[in-house]
């Protein structure tokens, strides 16, 4: 059985109308304008600026698993740059900065190693070399390199299991490869930004479990004295695959 329209919701996070990131709320994002993005004033338009939110992608079904969800822009907001990434769902991912990540070039292992002794655990999201959304933890071993199983074609996201006051968890593309992100001390986790245009092109995840959420970074940015900047113009779309 699918999971109905309505048992499909967007929440705020704690910190909703402002550039932090928190636990997921209450709150949910109603189809009315300015609900998460707020209308620029005309300071700001000449100015230029950002506008940086939180938000969760939340399963209400009693039961049904959300299927492979592709999360996706169907309409992208009017004169500004709209980006998106997998956070996690915790008050420690409060740091957009730490959307680090850039994309892998070819279907490659993911290589992890720390900055010094550390058995944390590191989760890995994206699409796998036969292109399906898939998931998978590795141990790290402190500063030696340990592999994924998966060759990942895409990963839109890690995170480590618990925050650490001074080590950093690299992630290479393939063993001895480029850094592709880093997690630093203090941190949860690194993401890559997209604008997915399509359900083809959009963030595609394993399944949503019911009564659990994803959590996903968005920043819409527009240059100065750009003229009719809209960023509550954007719609996102959700799709079963």
């Not at 850039?102 to 292109?131: E, M, N, Y």
């Not at 009564?211 to 779309?237: C, K």
């Given at each position: 059985?699918?999971?109905a329209?309505?048992e499909?919701?967007?929440?705020?996070?704690?910190?909703g109308?402002?550039?932090?990131g928190?636990?997921?709320?209450?709150?949910?994002v109603?189809?009315?304008?300015?609900n998460?993005?707020?209308?620029?004033?005309?300071?700001?338009?000449?100015?230029?600026?950002?506008?940086?939110r939180?938000?969760f992608?939340?399963?209400?079904?009693a039961?049904?698993?959300l299927?492979?969800?592709?999360v996706?822009?169907?309409?992208p907001?009017?004169?500004c740059?709209?980006?998106?990434?997998?956070?996690?769902?915790g008050s420690?991912d409060s740091d957009?900065t730490q959307?680090?990540?850039?994309?892998f070039t070819?279907?490659?292992?993911?290589?992890?190693?720390?900055?010094?002794?550390?058995?944390?655990?590191?989760?890995i999201?994206?699409?796998?070399?036969?292109?399906?959304?898939?998931?998978e933890?590795?141990?790290?071993?402190?500063?030696?390199?340990?592999?994924s199983?998966?060759s990942?074609t895409?990963?839109?996201?890690?995170?480590?299991s618990?925050?650490?006051?001074?080590r950093?968890?690299?992630?290479?593309?393939?063993?001895a490869?480029?850094?592709?992100g880093?997690i630093?001390?203090?941190?949860?986790?690194?993401?890559l930004?997209?604008?997915?245009?399509?359900?083809?092109?959009?963030?595609?995840?394993?399944d949503?479990?019911?009564?659990?959420s994803?959590?996903?970074w968005?920043i819409?940015a527009?240059s100065?004295n750009?003229s009719?900047?809209?960023p509550?113009?954007?719609?996102?779309?959700?799709e079963?695959?």
């Amino acid at each position: 059985m699918s999971v109905a329209p309505t048992e499909l919701l967007m929440h705020k996070s704690a910190n909703g109308a402002s550039e932090g990131g928190a636990e997921i709320t209450a709150l949910v994002v109603s189809g009315v304008k300015n609900n998460i993005f707020a209308q620029v004033d005309d300071a700001s338009r000449i100015a230029g600026g950002q506008q940086i939110r939180k938000w969760f992608l939340y399963n209400n079904a009693a039961a049904d698993s959300l299927t492979m969800p592709s999360v996706y822009l169907s309409s992208p907001p009017i004169n500004c740059t709209d980006v998106i990434g997998l956070g996690t769902a915790g008050s420690d991912d409060s740091d957009y900065t730490q959307g680090n990540m850039t994309a892998f070039t070819d279907p490659a292992f993911v290589a992890a190693g720390s900055s010094g002794s550390d058995v944390r655990t590191l989760h890995i999201t994206g699409l796998d070399g036969a292109q399906s959304p898939a998931e998978e933890d590795l141990v790290l071993n402190g500063s030696a390199e340990v592999l994924s199983t998966k060759s990942w074609t895409v990963v839109y996201g890690v995170a480590v299991s618990a925050v650490d006051p001074t080590r950093v968890v690299a992630v290479r593309e393939g063993s001895a490869g480029t850094v592709r992100g880093t997690i630093a001390a203090t941190k949860k986790c690194c993401w890559l930004w997209l604008t997915p245009l399509s359900k083809g092109g959009g963030l595609r995840l394993p399944d949503l479990v019911a009564q659990t959420s994803y959590a996903f970074w968005e920043i819409v940015a527009w240059s100065a004295n750009v003229s009719g900047v809209h960023p509550n113009n954007s719609t996102l779309a959700v799709e079963e695959n």
